[in-house]
């Protein structure tokens, strides 16, 4: 099944046995932890393929989104386009992880329930960089100065030039 648009949630007691699949944005879904990280996230985009069969249910896709959040370099908003790849295993809850090993990451579906905004929220959160900051031309790295733009900046004392005098000796001689 393709659609426009991402369901909230999927009901994995409803699916048949076999491959199921969506393609489209979430549309109207808020995205609370990205908002607690001080950002907000245009048009989340997507893809998913579910496999459902005798063995463990598969969750495979993609996601893309733009978030923008604060830089740390210079505290003005920047916009960072993400984009994420996951291959997940759902289970019911989350002591059947262990049971899986490393094989491979888990999404928990509880009571059959798959959340599917909170599933790409992670994987958004996920792929945001470590510390989310414009490309060098574009961020002046918080090097401001205040005041009129014809007066100098302050010169500032070295604050090394005090080492100076410990690296000399007695005689003048530089080591």
């Known amino acids: 099944m393709h659609n426009d648009e ?22 109207g879904q808020p995205l609370p932890r990205i908002r607690d990280l001080g950002g907000s996230a245009d ?36 916009s960072i386009p993400v984009h994420g790849h996951f291959d997940l295993i759902v289970v019911d809850r989350i002591e059947q992880a262990d049971a899986y090993g490393a094989e491979a990451p888990v999404v928990v579906a509880p009571k059959g329930q798959l959340d599917v905004v909170a599933m790409l ?34 010169v500032r004392e070295n604050p090394f030039q005090a080492l100076e005098s410990l690296k000399r000796d007695d005689s003048g001689e530089t080591h």
């Open 6 to 27: 991402l369901p909230a949630s999927i009901g994995m007691e409803r699916l048949a046995p076999g491959e199921h699949s969506w393609a489209g944005a979430l549309v």
């Open 43 to 78: 048009e989340v985009t997507g893809s998913l393929t579910l496999s459902v069969g005798d063995q463990r249910p598969r969750l495979q896709g993609e996601c893309q989104a733009v978030v923008t959040i604060d830089c740390e370099r210079c505290l003005a908003p920047v």
């Open 121 to 154: 929220e992670d994987e958004i959160i996920l792929a945001l960089p470590l510390i989310p900051m414009h490309d060098d031309t574009n961020c002046d790295g918080g090097q401001r100065h205040f005041g009129p733009a014809d007066e100098p900046a302050p």
